[in-house]
């Protein structure tokens, strides 16, 4: 059974700095997907990781995969208010090519952005 | 302009009713997703439809049915027989792409048993 584990589960980041929060998983897959939540909403995509080694940025966010460690990183910089939310990653499982794709949310880590 | 649509937004049951929450998606998508979100937990997986008049269950299939007749539309029968039915229930839709199997989320049921 696939896990994926997310850590910490908040935190609490000052205006201006940097911060790395991590998402492990544990069975073989490459493609890892970050969404975004805002308090009583929905999930938004953030960021789609389809191989080793994949990088994405947007704005003050970047996502990295590393299949072989079974980890993605989500690296913010000079952390802004409008940043807080609960970020999920979700690993993708695939029982064939193209079919039966599912995927596996990780409870979720609450940043919160302080003056 | 595309999207997935939920209905209703909140929605009251007592208890040993039965509930039906409506999702329906114009993005052409094949697949189709049911979650289920608690206070301070990520998502669980109901039920999940890849094709029209195919679903399987996800790991979270007890005291929930669905029925796929069409391809936008994917609602989720909530039972008496679910024991704790209370949750904030999320519908997704996906399209094999070069984005993966991205997943993109309607607006979410609320669901409170009274």
């Known amino acids: 059974e696939l896990k994926v584990e997310q850590n910490p589960l908040f935190l609490s980041m000052q205006e201006g700095k940097n911060y790395t929060i991590y998402c492990n998983y544990s069975?073989?897959?490459?493609?890892l997907y970050w969404y975004r939540q805002d308090p009583g909403k929905s999930l938004e995509s953030l960021f789609v990781?389809?191989?080793?080694?994949a990088v994405k940025q947007e704005g003050r966010l970047m996502a990295s995969l590393d299949t072989k460690a079974r980890l993605s990183t989500l690296h913010i910089t000079a952390a802004v208010h409008d940043l807080s939310a609960t970020y999920f990653c979700a690993v993708e499982t695939l029982k064939h090519t193209g079919a039966n794709s599912k995927l596996t949310f990780g409870k979720g880590i609450t940043l919160s952005v302080r003056p | 302009d595309g999207g997935i649509t939920q209905s209703p937004k909140y929605l009251f049951r007592k208890e040993g009713q039965n509930v039906t929450l409506s999702c329906e998606q114009n993005l052409n998508h094949d697949a189709m997703y049911w979650y289920r979100q608690d206070p301070g937990q990520g998502l669980r997986l109901i039920y999940y439809s890849q094709i029209v008049n195919d679903f399987q269950k996800g790991d979270i299939a007890e005291g929930y049915s669905v029925s796929r007749e069409k391809k936008e539309s994917f609602p989720l029968t909530v039972t008496s027989a679910q024991k704790n039915p209370t949750a904030f229930y999320l519908c997704?839709?996906?399209?094999?792409?070069?984005?993966?199997?991205?997943?993109?989320f309607g607006p979410g049921t609320r669901l409170t048993v009274l």
């Open positions: 069975t073989t897959s490459d493609r």
């Open positions: 990781l389809l191989s080793n080694g």
């Open positions: 997704a839709s996906t399209a094999t792409s070069g984005r993966g199997n991205e997943q993109f």
